[in-house]
């Protein structure tokens, strides 16, 4: 018994050697300085910590709870989520004077420690040596010192669910060390101070659940290493700047639950994006949401609900196998039907849009789809809503039945069908002609024989052209703001351009309305005012179905004038005919014949128009495929109407060979060729000015 006990006892014994060479308690562990060590101990009272956490007659540095030394200084002093004494709680306060006698402090954790009070302006005279402070969910009120900004070893600073007020100090553009700046859910105000975009070691910024104001600074996007990038509920308004495109590293980007507005810029995601999660939710965006964000493929969420934007989703599938991505796209204005981008999120929310069709199978396992226009599904639209919304950007419902028969599907099929379209493409350039000059003669000849009696009828204004810039504006649609026409097309960027016109560039654009516009930019120092003037003159004389229609206009920038046109959903009979192949998935579709020949008819009755029915006569001078404009219906829809010549003789007889002359030089002007309106117009005025007695 005696024997078996003390071998016992010296097994234990030799355990504790073991352990105690294993783990050698270092002599720097000792806490070594008497004056932190007062320090402590002035701490523990003033803030009412329990003698459990930090036991007297014992040395700190090993043994007291959140404290950590090295080289017999205090190195990390972490009180997070203690609770103080009974006397400690009855009056509890931010009462951390003490902290500047420890020399070697990096790190203060408070978090979940209640500090009423505000954060004393020493923090960043006296604690120079701290790299962490972590003072969340501690109820402290007041302002952010702007001393803090001395800090310059800073490199994570946590101050959120506090109650902090007043502004950001712009001198936390100078912690150059910060990686982590998270001030959420506090109720700081004013702008986000410029100079935070200079922190280049920055990986997360949080300042979501604040009332912060204004727009986005441009210098945010020279945030390299981000990562984290949250400013979800502020009062943060404006465009959000293509600059932040600079965040190259960026995986999450929260924005919602602001008053965000306008496009959003496609540079954001350019890839290679590392987004995983990006939350625009509860913003006023609008427009298309650009397709590159379907193909991100880390995407695991994506919530752009309660926003505006008016688009189809894009027919290609990036990930065809599900994975646990979940998209929220309610609230928004999406049409048409659902596509196979789709197919990757575990969980949809597509409620509150306008997408129209049949609900493919792999949307309907875990999806919400109420107060849509779709098929066969509970809670959806009305008929009216439906028509209406698809009216209104000139597209046509198709009234809950089934969809139209799709052609040219198939993969294998495509080299025919590219063949089959360069050949209908020549055979129907073909047509076109013999049907121009079918309709001409024929129209000629029953003009000749009812002359002046249906002249003037369709035209809506027959009156010869006055002497003078008599322009009715009030007749030319809308008049638009500039900064109407900037958030319509994202301050005309590059993505939203279609093309470089001779008249002007054009931009794809939507208004606020959500309606889809093309607005030309004309630009008067590289084009002549004449160009514009004598479009706005024409729309302000002849309307016509087969003419495109002007919305309206904006004229108050002196050098920039800009068009509006309605957007005409199946481009040019250029890009109809050799349509784009979006992806391999997606066959070419071309045209079929019956709408061929409805579009060279419907070419036809528009030059027709202009050269029979307006008086005087009108020469396109610009009849190619991409002036042919075809609205969602593949009706024909005139555009390039600046290039219009008046005819000022008669010469109906002659009308085929006229329209297919080409202008004559300026020299000429006068004669009885061809009159551009404008010379028309404005030479005849200067003429009666200056030149005539
Ligand atoms: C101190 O901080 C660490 C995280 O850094 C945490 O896990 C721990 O619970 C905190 N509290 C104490 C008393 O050590
Ligand atoms: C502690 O002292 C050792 C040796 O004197 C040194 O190498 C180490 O850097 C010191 N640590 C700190 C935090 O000062
Ligand atoms: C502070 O302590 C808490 C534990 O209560 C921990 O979760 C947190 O990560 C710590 N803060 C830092 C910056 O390490
Ligand atoms: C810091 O330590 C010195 C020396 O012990 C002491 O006089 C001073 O009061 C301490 N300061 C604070 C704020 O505790
Ligand atoms: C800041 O960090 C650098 C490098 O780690 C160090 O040399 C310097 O002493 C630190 N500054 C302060 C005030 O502790
Ligand atoms: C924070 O402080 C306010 C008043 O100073 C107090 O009403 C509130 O209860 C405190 N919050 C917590 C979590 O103690
Ligand atoms: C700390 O910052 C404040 C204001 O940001 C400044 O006035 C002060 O001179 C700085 N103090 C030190 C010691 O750097
Ligand atoms: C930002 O802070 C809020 C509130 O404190 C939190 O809910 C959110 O998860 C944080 N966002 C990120 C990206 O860390
Ligand atoms: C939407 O954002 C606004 C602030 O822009 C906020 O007041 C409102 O509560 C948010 N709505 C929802 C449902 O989050
Ligand atoms: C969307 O636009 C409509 C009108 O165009 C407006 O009434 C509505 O408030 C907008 N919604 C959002 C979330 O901005
Ligand atoms: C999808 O799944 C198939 C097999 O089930 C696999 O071969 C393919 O790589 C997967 N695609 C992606 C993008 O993960
Ligand atoms: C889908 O979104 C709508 C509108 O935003 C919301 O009312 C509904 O609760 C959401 N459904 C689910 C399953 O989250």
Same mark, same amino acid.
């Given at each position: ?142 302002? =952010? %010192?702007?001393?803090? /900004?001395? @800090?310059?070893? !800073?490199?994570?600073?946590? #101050? +959120?669910? &506090?109650? *902090?007020? $007043? ?48 727009? =986005? %600074?441009?210098?945010? /996007?020279? @945030?390299?290493? !981000?990562?984290?990038?949250? #400013? +979800?509920? &502020?009062? *943060?308004? $404006? ?455």
């Amino acid at each position: 018994m005696v024997d078996q006990r003390n071998i016992g006892v010296a097994l234990v014994l030799f355990y504790l050697l073991l352990l105690s060479l294993l783990f050698k308690p270092t002599v720097e562990q000792r806490l070594s300085s008497s004056i932190e060590f007062t320090a402590l101990f002035e701490l523990r009272s003033s803030l009412g910590l329990k003698s459990r956490d930090w036991p007297r007659k014992v040395d700190p540095c090993s043994s007291w709870n959140g404290i950590r030394c090295e080289n017999g200084s205090v190195f990390e002093i972490n009180i997070s989520g203690f609770r103080r004494t009974t006397v400690g709680r009855q009056n509890p306060r931010f009462a951390v004077d003490s902290l500047v006698n420890f020399t070697r402090l990096v790190s203060f954790n408070a978090s979940k420690f209640l500090l009423p009070g505000s954060i004393p302006d020493w923090f960043g005279r006296r604690l120079l040596t701290l790299q962490v402070l972590d003072l969340r969910s501690c109820n402290i009120t007041g302002v =952010i %010192p702007s001393s803090i /900004g001395n @800090l310059s070893n !800073l490199s994570i600073l946590y #101050l +959120s669910d &506090n109650r *902090l007020t $007043g502004a950001i100090p712009s001198s936390l553009g100078r912690l150059l060390s910060l990686s982590v700046l998270d001030l959420s859910n506090n109720l700081l105000t004013g702008s986000i101070p410029p100079g935070i975009g200079a922190l280049s070691q920055l990986q997360i910024l949080n300042l979501s659940s604040n009332s912060l104001r204004f727009s =986005i %600074p441009a210098q945010l /996007g020279d @945030l390299d290493s !981000l990562v984290d990038l949250d #400013l +979800s509920s &502020n009062s *943060l308004s $404006g465009l959000v700047p293509e600059d932040l495109s600079g965040l190259r590293n960026l995986q999450r980007m929260v924005l919602g639950n602001n008053g965000l507005t306008g496009l959003l810029p496609v540079n954001l995601f350019r890839s290679p994006s590392l987004l995983q999660v990006i939350v625009l939710r509860n913003n006023s965006f609008t427009g298309e949401l650009p397709e590159v964000i379907w193909s991100i493929s880390g995407l695991n969420l994506l919530d752009i609900s309660q926003n505006n934007f008016t688009t189809e989703l894009p027919n290609f599938a990036s990930y065809d196998n599900a994975t646990a991505a979940v998209l929220d796209i309610s609230g928004n204005k999406f049409y048409g039907s659902l596509t196979t981008v789709l197919r990757r999120f575990s969980s949809m929310n597509l409620s509150e849009n306008y997408f129209e069709g049949s609900v493919p199978d792999f949307v309907l396992g875990n999806a919400s789809l109420g107060t849509n226009c779709l098929q066969n599904v509970s809670n959806q639209r009305t008929l009216t809503d439906c028509v209406s919304f698809y009216g209104e950007r000139g597209l046509s419902f198709d009234n809950f039945g089934p969809p139209p028969p799709e052609s040219g599907k198939s993969n294998s099929n495509r080299n025919r069908i590219i063949l089959a379209a360069v050949l209908g493409g020549a055979g129907f350039i073909m047509l076109l002609t013999l049907f121009l000059l079918l309709v001409l003669r024929v129209r000629t000849r029953r003009r000749v024989s009812h002359r002046g009696i249906d002249v003037g009828q369709v035209c809506a204004e027959t009156t010869p052209p006055s002497p003078g810039l008599a322009i009715n504006f009030s007749s030319l649609g809308d008049l638009f703001t500039y900064q109407q026409l900037l958030q319509a097309t994202g301050n005309f960027t590059e993505a939203n351009l279609i093309k470089h016109g001779h008249s002007g560039d054009l931009f794809k654009g939507i208004l606020e309305s959500g309606l889809p516009v093309v607005i030309k930019r004309v630009d008067l120092q590289s084009i002549k005012k004449e160009v514009y003037l004598s479009e706005l003159d024409f729309f302000n004389r002849f309307t016509h179905t087969r003419l495109v229609p002007l919305l309206g206009h904006c004229l108050e920038k002196e050098n920039e004038k800009f068009l509006v046109y309605k957007y005409m959903p199946n481009g040019d009979l250029l890009s109809s005919l050799y349509r784009k192949i979006n992806s391999e998935t997606d066959g070419l579709q071309s045209l079929d014949w019956i709408t061929r020949l409805k579009i060279a008819i419907g070419a036809a009755e528009g030059l027709s128009y202009l050269h029979h029915e307006c008086t005087p006569p009108i020469v396109h001078r610009d009849v190619r495929a991409s002036s042919i404009l075809l609205d969602d219906k593949f009706e024909v829809r005139l555009g390039s109407l600046s290039k219009f010549c008046l005819q000022e003789d008669d010469g109906r007889q002659n009308g085929i060979t006229r329209l297919l002359q080409l202008p004559r030089s300026s020299s000429e002007r006068g004669s009885s060729g061809p009159m551009c309106l404008f010379h028309l117009l404005y030479g005849r005025m200067y003429r009666n000015q200056h030149l005539l007695p």
